[in-house]
């Protein structure tokens, strides 16, 4: 029998420590000390266990559902246990190849209500998807939160997460609004690698990506949520409704979550991303401000030479402005620099990465006339990423052939011996 056991949830003041037992060939999937931990920059210690016994099962949920295993708490939330079901379908119709098995017994399923006093929350980075929902729903003047869940076994000082903070307190004095600073070991305390060796092949995806994050940082919100009694927990989409991916925050998952009163919603997932970078662009020429987009999440800047940095430089150029207004210290010549990027990059671009860089590149086409760099401009609504993808792909595996067959040997070795153990 495969089980995991919330053993003891201690609680002080701003923090919960949460301390389980597994039972079973799971253990594997686990660091050794099997703790998880959540600290709040306010007071939490007052409300129900059965409310904060929520991120503890959403971040074990999903393994416990493809590994066939059991959750067992003493108490949880009548609206987010009744709510797991769905959520455990929702990811059955996104992941056929796997079964969602498992189960969750509680001893005491506890009915928590309330009658909201804040219109809404919003999980919030700084980025674009992120801005494009503020603006979206700014007139609720929501709660933003802000996470960083990449801690070990305590809170310790990080460069990137001083930095997030000061860019998202800035945000919110500007915007006369309140924050709500979450830190955790959700991204560490599971060994993410151990599950992609055993189940990336059949889900298609990885454990972090597609499984996990979605319901980690959602649910790390839910204990601020309902001290502060939110109707709802506004989440930004990182995909649209006219490109099926497999994701761990989607519409399917995300708008099924439940939890006393409050619910979640995925914003924006009916608006593409150049959409998205039209309305923050739009929003701020208005403002006559300038916006500092945090793109590079594990940075303390904007890296300017990152996938994601670089797309969404371009995304701000197809809208005729200028980077350098939008937090991005871009090179004199970026004409020179996108070409280099994609001659090094092209060939690990997934068909998502091909369908938002094309994206840009439509709306680039369109808007030609209005491009302040017009030498990018004249090669790059001819690039063809699936062709050059292709030739990148070719070539690299030509001139690596050997080093690709001995890391593929080494790998394989790895895994033999960390089964054998």
Same mark, same amino acid.
């Given at each position: ?8 949830? %201690?609680i002080?003041?701003n923090k919960i ?6 039972e ?9 000390k099997?703790?998880? +931990? ?8 007052s409300?129900p266990?059965?409310i904060?016994?929520?991120?503890f099962v ?34 059955? %119709?996104m992941?056929?190849n ?12 506890? *009915? ?11 999980l +919030?980075?700084g980025?674009?998807d992120a801005?494009?929902t ?10 933003l939160?802000?996470e960083?869940?990449w801690?070990?076994e305590?809170?310790?000082?990080n ?8 860019n998202?307190?800035?945000f919110a ?7 709500i $600073?979450?830190?955790?070991?959700y ?23 597609? $499984? ?8 790390a919100?839910?204990p601020?949520?309902f001290?502060?009694?939110?109707e709802c927990?506004?989440?930004?989409s &990182?995909?649209?409704e006219?490109?099926?991916a497999? *994701? ?7 708008n ?13 997932y ?11 662009v739009?929003y ?11 793109? *590079? ?9 990152c ?5 969404t430089? !371009?995304?701000i150029?197809a809208?005729?402005?200028?980077p350098s207004?939008f937090?991005f210290?871009?090179?004199?010549d970026l ?8 001659e ?12 938002q860089?094309?994206l ?6 369109? %808007?030609q006339?209005?491009?302040l760099?017009?030498d990018? !401009? ?18 690299y595996?030509v001139?690596?052939f !050997?080093p690709?067959v001995?890391?593929?040997? &080494? ?8 089964? %054998?153990?």
């Amino acid at each position: 029998m495969r089980s995991i056991v919330l053993d003891k949830m %201690n609680i002080n003041k701003n923090k919960i420590d949460y301390y389980f037992s597994i039972e079973g060939k799971i253990q594997k999937y686990f660091n050794k000390k099997n703790y998880l +931990f959540f600290e709040y920059n306010h007071n939490i210690s007052s409300l129900p266990k059965s409310i904060l016994a929520i991120p503890f099962v959403a971040n074990i949920a999903p393994l416990a559902w493809i590994t066939d295993s059991t959750i067992k708490v003493n108490e949880l939330d009548k609206s987010f246990y009744d709510c797991l079901s769905k959520i455990k379908k929702a990811y059955q %119709n996104m992941y056929p190849n796997v079964s969602f098995k498992g189960k969750i017994i509680v001893e005491n399923i506890v *009915c928590n209500s309330y009658i909201p006093q804040y219109e809404a929350a919003q999980l +919030f980075s700084g980025g674009l998807d992120a801005l494009a929902t503020y603006i979206r729903i700014k007139e609720k003047n929501p709660l933003l939160i802000t996470e960083y869940g990449w801690h070990k076994e305590k809170t310790e000082e990080n460069a990137v997460w001083e930095k997030d903070k000061t860019n998202v307190v800035g945000f919110a004095i500007r915007n006369e609004l309140e924050n709500i $600073l979450i830190h955790s070991n959700y991204g560490t305390f599971i060994k993410a690698q151990r599950i992609d060796s055993d189940f990336q092949r059949k889900l298609g995806d990885s454990w972090w990506h597609g $499984l996990h994050h979605g319901l980690a940082i959602i649910t790390a919100a839910i204990p601020t949520a309902f001290k502060f009694k939110v109707e709802c927990i506004y989440i930004a989409s &990182s995909y649209f409704e006219g490109y099926k991916a497999k *994701c761990a925050s989607d519409p399917t998952v995300d708008n099924n979550i439940r939890f006393a009163s409050g619910k979640v919603f995925h914003d924006g997932y009916e608006i593409n991303r150049q959409d998205k970078v039209k309305i923050v662009v739009d929003y701020y020429s208005k403002m006559k401000e300038l916006a500092n987009l945090r793109v *590079c999440f594990r940075k303390e800047e904007n890296c300017c030479n990152c996938e994601k940095c670089v797309r969404t430089i !371009l995304g701000i150029v197809a809208e005729g402005k200028n980077p350098s207004n939008f937090g991005f210290n871009i090179p004199e010549d970026l004409s020179i620099h996108v070409q280099s990027f994609l001659e090094e990059n092209v060939k690990y671009f997934t068909p998502a990465r091909v369908m938002q860089w094309n994206l840009a590149k439509s709306r680039m086409e369109e %808007n030609q006339h209005n491009i302040l760099y017009q030498d990018l !401009l004249r090669w790059f609504l001819h690039y063809n990423f699936v062709k050059e993808r292709k030739k990148s792909l070719l070539k690299y595996r030509v001139t690596k052939f !050997l080093p690709i067959v001995k890391r593929r040997i &080494s790998i394989g070795i790895k895994k033999m011996i960390a089964e %054998n153990r």
